[in-house]
T-cell receptor, first 118, second 112 residues
């Protein structure tokens, strides 16, 4: 069974602080995908990143960076120099790989609410 | 152009009513989904269709019936609505397994 744990439920920071959102996952699959989604106060779910289990290279996109460590089953997300617009609920998610094609479901963590105060 | 669009965005209805939420994607994806987000923000898959064929039915009550007339559409019909059905329902699509899943804007259903 797959499971995603986001231990932090809520974080509040002041603008320009760096913040790291933790994500730990469990799976017995050797091939899987990890995702981060953002849900701003307006409610939509915005895709941020997808990572294949074979690709442990860290990734940076502007102020966002992701640290994938297979040895600790973690896929942490860091926002550098946070801004008020980063305030949202952030979800980490896991999807197994289907060798037969078709669809596979996303298993979500419970989400972490980030509030960035001016 | 909205990639995954669902209507209505807001729906308030009485217990016992039947209602539908429509979803369309213009991404050319083969796979479509319905996810439910409860009041605690927890997101869970309900259904998945691949090329109009049901792939995943995540032990959802049979009052919920998805219908996929073609691979660009996946509608959700709910019979005999209950208070506990109040939630945000997200439609989504992906090109194929393991590919990125793109979500619609959500449909806020309130049952009173």
């Amino acid at each position: 069974a797959q499971k995603v744990t986001q231990a932090q439920t809520e974080i509040s920071v002041v603008e320009k602080e760096d913040v790291t959102l933790d994500c730990v996952y469990e799976t017995r699959d050797t091939t899987y995908y990890l995702f981060w989604y953002k849900q701003p106060p307006s409610g939509e779910l915005v895709f941020l990143i997808r990572r294949n289990s074979f690709d442990e290279q860290n990734e940076i996109s502007g102020r966002y960076s992701w640290n994938f460590q297979k040895s600790t089953s973690s896929f942490n997300f860091t926002i550098t120099a946070s801004q008020v617009v980063d305030s949202a609920v952030y979800f980490c998610a896991l999807s197994p790989h289907s060798s037969q094609g078709g669809s596979e479901k996303l298993v979500f963590g419970k989400g972490m609410k980030l509030t960035v105060n001016p | 152009d909205t990639a995954v669009s669902q209507t209505p965005k807001y729906l308030v209805t009485q217990m016992g009513n039947d209602k539908s939420i429509k979803c369309e994607q213009n991404l050319g994806h083969d796979t479509m989904y319905w996810y439910k987000q409860d009041s605690k923000k927890f997101l869970k898959i309900m259904f998945s269709y691949n090329n109009k064929e049901l792939i995943i039915n995540e032990t959802v009550p049979n009052r919920f019936s998805p219908k996929s007339p073609d691979k660009a559409h996946l509608n959700l019909h709910i019979n005999s609505l209950e208070l506990g059905d109040s939630a945000v329902y997200f439609c989504a699509s992906s090109l194929f397994s393991g590919n990125t899943i793109y979500f619609g804007e959500g449909s806020w259903l309130t049952v009173v």
